[in-house]
């Protein structure tokens, strides 16, 4: 069988440790080529990594016979017009989260690769992790018993160039929920993985420190499948950097972080196990070789376009939209 050849449509900072190594490090996977707007950055970049073909245009990237499959590593607002385009040309893809900004441009790009049976993946790589998986056995286990609700409290610190920054996460166009766009999203997937799909939820963003355009301070509340519910705090204009996630049972208690490598805690009526888990340097490697094991048939992936819409349904309700 011949090795799959990967097309990856921007080559920022995510890309230079956290994802694309993890492409190359799979097997039966090839980075065979980059597409960067600013042609010579592309050309620096495939350098460095080895990567044969150089593109400064992402349809020449896309429709070229030499690539199988597209990675979309931009920022989300270009998602959708790369992915229709990976569409268009029956192409396999996968694209970084979210998936696009917003709630009705997901759906039209999951609903053009379901037409056309065509496979998409979301990098909710989380999902994936081995130290999650943990937390859903834990869970599945049913070592704190019947679950009744869980909370999740996120604060940062601001960034001091965030006033001057161009980037997307502080651009209400690109980001309306600003930073909660980028890294809430991840554990809103996350904890519909662990829980169940989420049937109603509703919240507000404001926008507390006037440093950007973007939304810097939400809470939401939310219910799953199962009738737990859950309510939740970001706000990333605090002194200190907090991370916490509490599952409350009726038996017990388990708390992690979704960003930070905190230790792992599940307290029951047998007693408190404590589990350290580290992630991969490479930290999208199990999601990736997930996605090697889906397309060989072998497991259904977590992360699909189709999961990842249901995570930007619940995000656009909790944040007014």
């Known amino acids: 069988m011949q090795p799959l ?34 042609l ?104 704190i018993g019947t679950l009744r609700q869980v909370r999740w409290s996120l604060t940062r610190r601001p960034h001091p160039r965030d006033p001057e920054s161009d980037h997307w996460r502080v651009d209400r166009r690109v980001a309306r929920a600003g930073y909660f766009d980028d890294v809430g999203s991840h554990g809103i997937d996350l904890l519909i993985f662990l829980l169940g799909d989420i049937v109603r939820a509703e919240g507000f963003a404001t926008n507390q420190q006037r440093r950007y355009s973007a939304a810097d301070a939400i809470t939401g509340c939310w219910e799953h499948v199962s009738g737990i519910l859950g309510s939740g705090s970001w706000n990333f204009g605090c002194d200190r950097r907090e991370d916490l996630v509490e599952i409350y049972g009726e038996r017990g208690k388990i708390t992690f972080s979704v960003l930070d490598e905190a230790p792992l805690v599940c307290e029951s009526e047998t007693g408190t196990v404590v589990r350290e888990i580290a992630n991969p340097q490479n930290v999208q490697l199990y999601h990736v070789r997930n996605i090697a094991r889906a397309l060989r048939g072998e497991k259904v992936h977590p992360s699909t376009g189709r999961t990842a819409l249901h995570t930007a349904w619940v995000m656009e309700q909790m944040t007014g939209g």
Do not use: N
């Not at 496979?119 to 869970?139: A, G, H, I, M, N």
């Open 5 to 38: 050849r990967w097309g990856m449509i921007g080559c920022g900072a995510v890309t230079e440790v956290k994802s694309a190594p993890a492409y190359r490090m799979t097997e039966g996977f090839m980075l065979e080529g980059v597409m960067c707007r600013d």
């Open 40 to 143: 010579q950055k592309a050309k620096a970049y495939a350098a460095q990594h080895a990567i044969p073909l150089v593109f400064d245009d992402a349809h020449s990237l896309i429709t070229d016979p030499r690539i199988d499959a597209v990675y979309i590593a931009t920022p989300p607002d270009s998602h959708a017009a790369y992915a229709l385009m990976a569409a268009e040309a029956g192409k396999i893809c996968s694209v970084e989260k979210p998936i696009t900004p917003d709630y009705a441009s997901a759906r039209e790009v999951v609903e053009a690769f379901e037409t056309r049976e065509l496979p998409l993946f979301v990098s909710y790589y989380r999902r994936s992790l081995p130290r999650f998986l943990e937390v859903k056995q834990w869970l599945d286990e049913g070592r």
